[in-house]
């Protein structure tokens, strides 16, 4: 009979083994979720104020993409920014030999 559910993992077989983790995928990831949080937040706020009438200029629709999608884009900026700052520290393979 097969067995179906959550396979059960064993502690202690490979205790030895580095457990690798993709930390650009990981971050993106949550770069992705924050940035649709901030947007639904704004979206949810922006429809009550265009309901009850209070974007009315040409001065507040422009305001609109500036709020949605600035932050979220400064984020991931500052995100690829970190990322090439701490690629920095990392040591270089260098051949064995003299100076050149």
């Known amino acids: 009979m097969a067995r179906f559910g959550i396979p059960r993992r064993t502690f202690g077989v490979n205790d030895n083994e580095k457990t690798l983790v993709n930390w650009r995928r990981g971050l993106f990831r949550i770069w992705v ?32 993409p500036v709020l949605l999608f600035g932050p979220p884009v400064a984020l991931l900026f500052f995100g690829v920014a970190a990322g090439w700052a701490f690629r920095g520290f990392r040591i270089e393979d260098r051949p064995a030999g003299p100076p050149a």
């Open 33 to 64: 979720l924050i940035s649709v949080a901030w947007l639904m937040g704004w979206m949810v706020y922006l429809i009550m104020q265009g309901v009850q009438g209070q974007i009315a200029t040409l001065g507040d629709f422009l305001e609109i």
